[in-house]
């Protein structure tokens, strides 16, 4: 059974820093890319940032570039997504994509930028 379980979402103020953790189990963990995803109360969910099987390719939306980092460890099936320099237009429910046979999601996480 595939498991997508995210963590590290608070509330933080403008120009802060989180880092956000997606550990998976349940499938091939290093034969797959993952992504990220973010979806803003109201609004549709938006792409945020993707990273390759092996973590050499990785690419970010024009909205996060240069402020957000997206690494992986094979070894702990984990993916990350490091938040510095945090907005408030950032404030919203992170998820995090396996891009295995038929797609994966995690829960969510919440991201709060509020001052």
């Known amino acids: 059974q595939v498991q997508l379980v995210e963590s590290g979402g608070g509330l933080v103020q403008p120009g802060g820093s989180l880092r956000l953790s997606c550990a998976a189990s349940?499938?091939?963990?290093?034969?797959?890319?993952m992504r990220w995803y973010r979806q803003a109360a109201g609004k549709e969910r938006e792409f945020v940032a993707s990273?390759?099987?092996?973590?050499?390719?990785?690419n970010y939306a024009d909205s996060v570039k240069g402020r957000f980092t997206i690494s992986r460890d094979n070894a702990k099936n984990t993916v990350y997504l490091q938040l510095d320099n945090l907005k408030a237009e950032d404030t919203a429910l992170y998820y995090c994509?396996?891009?295995?046979?038929?797609?994966?999601w995690g829960q969510g996480t919440q991201v709060t930028v509020s001052s």
């Open positions: 990273i390759s099987s092996e973590g050499g390719t990785r």
């Open positions: 994509y396996a891009v295995n046979p038929g797609g994966s």
């Open positions: 349940g499938f091939t963990f290093w034969r797959y890319a």
